[in-house]
């Protein structure tokens, strides 16, 4: 497996999760937050 972020840099496990961590938790925040919108939105119609 080559990690997605080869040429750039030497980036251990570590790095990968924090980069994944910063990047992944807004991105999960804001698809919880769409849902939520869309699933109440629906439900009152």
């Known amino acids: ?3 997605p972020l080869a ?3 030497p980036f251990g496990t ?4 924090v ?3 910063l ?3 807004p991105v999960l925040v804001l698809g919880g937050i ?4 869309v699933y109440l939105s629906k439900k009152q119609k």
């Not at 570590?14 to 999760?17: N, Q, R």
């Not at 769409?34 to 919108?37: A, E, H, K, R, S």
């Open 1 to 3: 497996m080559t990690p």
């Open 14 to 17: 570590t790095e990968m999760l």
């Open 23 to 25: 990047v992944g938790g």
């Open 19 to 21: 980069i994944a961590a």
């Open 7 to 9: 040429g750039i840099g």
């Open 34 to 37: 769409i849902f939520l919108v």
